[in-house]
């Protein structure tokens, strides 16, 4: 016979009278709060959030303007105490070590370095290109000017430097004149005048320079000067000469005065009809 293990019967009914009494008592607790009263809220959301003065945001500003414009002044100093180290340690004759490069940087570095080369030689091309340009402009105005000749004379007189960028871009401007011949050529004649352009700011060259052009002829008007100037033809008939006592050559003129009528009878039927 085998032996189970029961439990025993236990009245598991909820006690509803008891929970009704916690209930209620629950409410009790939770609705103590007299009647009439608002409900408390947290401070924060009951305090408005008030503007700030003036005068405090003034002192705000102000302490923040410090306290950056004192960083920035320890970054200068730190920097400059940078510099003056190396150019101490370059005064000693010590050598920094360079920095080591990652392979990126590497390729970086010479990407730009093949860039600003292509970039000068490109310069350099266009600049010689220009320099061409009035060379050829001074023969075709002058055929006995001597380009080489006009630029001696205008960096020994008046100073053009081509290792300056505004005299360079200023024989640039030059080359684009429809006078250019005409304008290099009598500012190598004028070292005033061409030293005035050459050491003007670089917003006035060009203005000066169109100036000057201006005061000089244009291609057109010299190719007009010096063409010569074509004879009129007249469109009236050859004059009819006047008659000679003897026709060219030994023979008679039926307009000989002092033929006579026999001798211009026998011209005429012989068909003389000079």
């Known amino acids: 016979m085998s032996e189970t293990i029961e439990a025993p019967a236990v ?6 009278n008891n929970d009704i009494t916690q209930s209620a008592s629950e409410g009790v607790e939770q609705g103590s709060q007299p009647e009439g009263a608002e409900p408390s809220q ?11 003065p003036a005068w405090m ?14 960083e920035r002044r320890a970054q200068a100093a730190q920097e400059e105490a940078a510099q003056y180290a190396r150019a101490l340690k370059a005064s000693r004759g010590e050598e920094e070590p360079a920095p080591e490069l990652t392979a990126d940087q590497i390729r970086e570095q010479v990407q730009r370095e093949y860039e600003q080369k292509a970039q000068r030689e490109t310069e350099a091309r266009s600049f010689n290109d220009r320099c061409n340009a009035i060379a050829s402009a001074v023969q075709q105005a002058d055929p006995t000017a001597n380009p080489s000749t006009l630029t001696q004379l205008l960096s020994e007189q008046a100073g053009l430097d081509f290792k300056n960028a505004s005299h360079r871009q200023l024989l640039s401007d030059i080359s684009e004149l429809p006078n250019a011949g005409a304008v290099y050529y009598a500012l190598a004649h ?8 050459f050491d003007a700011p670089e917003r006035r060259q060009f203005a000066l320079l169109e100036r000057f052009a201006g005061t000089l002829a244009k291609p057109e008007q010299v190719q007009q000067e010096t063409q010569p100037v074509a004879p009129q033809v007249s469109k009236a008939p050859p004059p009819v000469k006047a008659p000679t006592g003897a026709a060219s050559g ?8 002092n033929i006579s009528a026999a001798e211009f009878d026998r011209l005429w039927k012989a068909g003389v009809r000079s």
Do not use: L
Not at 57 to 70: C, L, S, V, W
């Open 57 to 70: 945001q003034r002192k705000i500003d102000k302490i923040t303007y410090e306290r950056r414009e004192a």
């Open 11 to 16: 009245d598991t009914a909820p006690d509803i």
């Open 190 to 197: 004028d070292p005033d005048k061409a030293s005035e352009i």
């Open 42 to 52: 947290p401070a924060a959301q009951t305090d408005d959030k008030k503007p700030v």
């Open 250 to 257: 030994g023979k008679r003129s039926i307009y000989d005065p």
